[in-house]
C-alpha cells in the first residue's frame, strides 16, 4: 500500500494531465495554455525523477555507505552465533563482482569484521537511511543479501531474526515486509531441496507472534508430490488454487525479483537472478502439473 500510494504521488500530475486531457477544449485558448503548462510540468517533474534516481545510484556507490552495508552483513551473520567460511564465501563474492580497487576491497571486509563484533549497528543504520527514506527498494535489495546470508544453512537463528528487525526498525522498514521476504527465501529454499532429493518437513521459522512451518534453467513434470507442493509453496497455494490464480501471483513474484530491477547493482545481479530462476522453475513445475493449464 505504501508503494502505491508512493507510486501515485509521483505520477500525480501526469495522472492528472491525461484526465484533463481526455475532456479539455482545445478550442479555448486558456484551457488550451494550461494544459500545455501542465504537460512541460509533468516533464519537468519526471526529469527530476530521474536526477533524484541518478543521485541515489551514485550514493550507492559511494564506498562509505557500501562499508556500511558490509557492516550490517557481518551484523547479521553473527547472529548465527559463528561466522562460517559459506558467510565468507558470499562476501568475497559480492566483493568481487563491485569491482573495485585494493583499498576500498580491505575496507569492505573490515567493515563486515567490525560489524559481526558490533552490538549496535545504528551509526551503520543511518547511512543506510539516507538512501532508503527516499527509495524503499534499496531497503529491500539490501534486505535480499542479508535474508540469504541468514539462511545459508537453511535455519534462520532467533538472534538472526531479531538483528534483521533491529536494522528494519533503525531504517523505518516495514516489519512484515520484512517477515514476507523471510518465508519467500524459506520456501525457495525448500523448492531447491525438494528438487535436488533433499525435501524435508522440518524447517521451522519463528517470530515474536506466531510460528511458520514448511510441511512439506528446469522445466518438466514433477519427480515427485513434494516436489509439486513446495512449488505451489513459492507461491502461497495449494493444489485447489486456480491456475489463473497461480499466474497472477506468479507474475506479482517473478516482477519483485526481476533481475533488470538492479541492473545498476552489479553486487546484487547474481542473487536477483537466482531467485528469479527458482521461481521460473517453480512456474514450470506447476505448468506442466496442474490439472487447469494448457499443456
Not at 565468507?88 to 576500498?104: E, F, G, H, K
Not at 569484521?113 to 537511511?129: F, H, I, M, Q, R
Amino acid at each position: 500500500m505504501k508503494a502505491l500510494l508512493y507510486f501515485i504521488w509521483d505520477k500525480l500530475f501526469t495522472i492528472l494531465a491525461f484526465i484533463w486531457w481526455l475532456y479539455i477544449d482545445f478550442s479555448n485558448f486558456i484551457t488550451s495554455g494550461l494544459f500545455l503548462f501542465f504537460v512541460v510540468l509533468c516533464f519537468a517533474r519526471a526529469i527530476d525523477a530521474s536526477r533524484r534516481n541518478a543521485r541515489l545510484l551514485k550514493f550507492v556507490s559511494n564506498i562509505e555507505y557500501r562499508k556500511a552495508c558490509f557492516y550490517l552483513y557481518g551484523y547479521v551473520a553473527r547472529g548465527s552465533g559463528v561466522i562460517t567460511k559459506e558467510h565468507i564465501a558470499v562476501m568475497q563474492s559480492l566483493i568481487n563482482s563491485l569491482n573495485l580497487n585494493p583499498t576500498d576491497n580491505e575496507s569492505l571486509k573490515q567493515s563486515f569484521n567490525e560489524g559481526k563484533n558490533s552490538s549496535n549497528p545504528k551509526e551503520a543504520c543511518d547511512v543506510l537511511y539516507q538512501t532508503t527514506k527516499l527509495n524503499e527498494s534499496f531497503a529491500i535489495e539490501f534486505f535480499v543479501v542479508c535474508i540469504n546470508l541468514a539462511l545459508l544453512d537453511n535455519e534462520i537463528e532467533q538472534e538472526e531474526y531479531d538483528r534483521l528487525h533491529i536494522i528494519a526498525n533503525f531504517i523505518k522498514f516495514s516489519n512484515n515486509t520484512l517477515d514476507r521476504m523471510i518465508r519467500e527465501k524459506i520456501v525457495l529454499n525448500n523448492f531447491k531441496r525438494a528438487r535436488s532429493g533433499n525435501y524435508s518437513n522440518n524447517n521451522n521459522y519463528q517470530d515474536n507472534s506466531y510460528q511458520y512451518q514448511q510441511n512439506n534453467s528446469y522445466s518438466g513434470y514433477a519427480r515427485n508430490d513434494s516436489e509439486y507442493e513446495a512449488a505451489l509453496k513459492v507461491f502461497g497455494v495449494d493444489k485447489n488454487t486456480s491456475f489463473e490464480d497461480i499466474r497472477k501471483a506468479y507474475k506479482k513474484l517473478a516482477a519483485r525479483y526481476h533481475p533488470d530491477k538492479v541492473q545498476n547493482r552489479p553486487d546484487l545481479k547474481q542473487q536477483y537472478l537466482e531467485k528469479f530462476q527458482e521461481i521460473q522453475n517453480a512456474y514450470d513445475i506447476i505448468k506442466a502439473n496442474h490439472p487447469d493449464a494448457k499443456k
